[in-house]
């Protein structure tokens, strides 16, 4: 799994939300949200700004170029 997926997963658990209340709140399909989860697509720059919108992250952080939000 890569930096993305695992940090995507980690802030997940960590807000307490499930797959499905994350991809309602990005307005996604649960499908496409669970390929980006896993690893198995990358996912498009604005669903990477969209998950540091929700979460309060840096696209630095998401991305695995820090460990600081």
């Known amino acids: 799994m890569d930096i993305f997926a695992e940090r995507l ?3 997940r658990k960590e807000h307490s939300m ?20 896993q690893g198995k697509r990358a996912p498009p720059i604005w669903f990477v700004v969209a998950v540091c919108n ?13 460990n600081d939000y």
């Open 18 to 37: 499930t797959l499905k209340q994350v991809s309602a709140a990005l307005e996604i399909p649960l499908t496409t949200y669970a390929n980006y989860a």
């Open 54 to 66: 929700l979460f309060n992250v840096s696209a630095d952080y998401i991305v695995g170029r820090t």
């Open 9 to 11: 997963k980690a802030l």
